[in-house]
């Protein structure tokens, strides 16, 4: 594969996970260059197995989302101890274990309600996935 096939399978794959999943075999056929389509349908193959993993949520508590959570009240065994942001994709609060068995502070993010699309799922994920990372005095 050229470097300009591997370019235009890169511009062409976004397109074709933007393209609904009853529309990508037409979307496939319109490439013209062979080598470029089996890539792409290779790229598809393998995004779309891997969907379930990545981009469903583990747990969605509708009662989480939709509720105006308060200090004091509890989030299962956590119990948030104030605000500390919010954005544009929810609020974030410190927390502390209160199941008497752990003493740990925690930062709990509130996600809004129409975080649900596949796109900013895979954002909070990166997000998440980066703060999990970082070990801070703070």
């Not at 013209?32 to 290779?42: A, K, M, N, P, S």
Request: proline content about 1%; glycine content about 6%; charged content about 35%.
């Amino acid at each position: 594969m050229t470097s300009e096939q591997w370019l235009r399978v890169k511009d062409e794959f976004e397109k074709l996970r933007a393209t609904p999943a009853d529309s990508r075999s037409r979307f496939l056929e319109e490439v013209g260059d062979e080598e470029v389509r089996h890539e792409l349908e290779e790229l598809l193959h393998a995004y779309d197995g891997s969907q379930e993993f990545l981009e469903r949520p583990a747990v969605v508590h509708e009662d989480v989302l939709a509720k105006n959570w308060a200090c004091g009240q509890r989030l299962g065994r956590f119990s948030l101890v104030r605000q500390v942001g919010e954005g544009g994709m929810g609020v974030m609060y410190e927390a502390v274990c209160a199941d008497g068995e752990l003493e740990q502070r925690v930062a709990i993010k509130v996600v809004k309600q129409w975080l649900t699309s596949e796109r900013e799922m895979s954002r909070f994920r990166a997000e998440r996935q980066i703060l999990a990372r970082l070990e801070h005095a703070n």
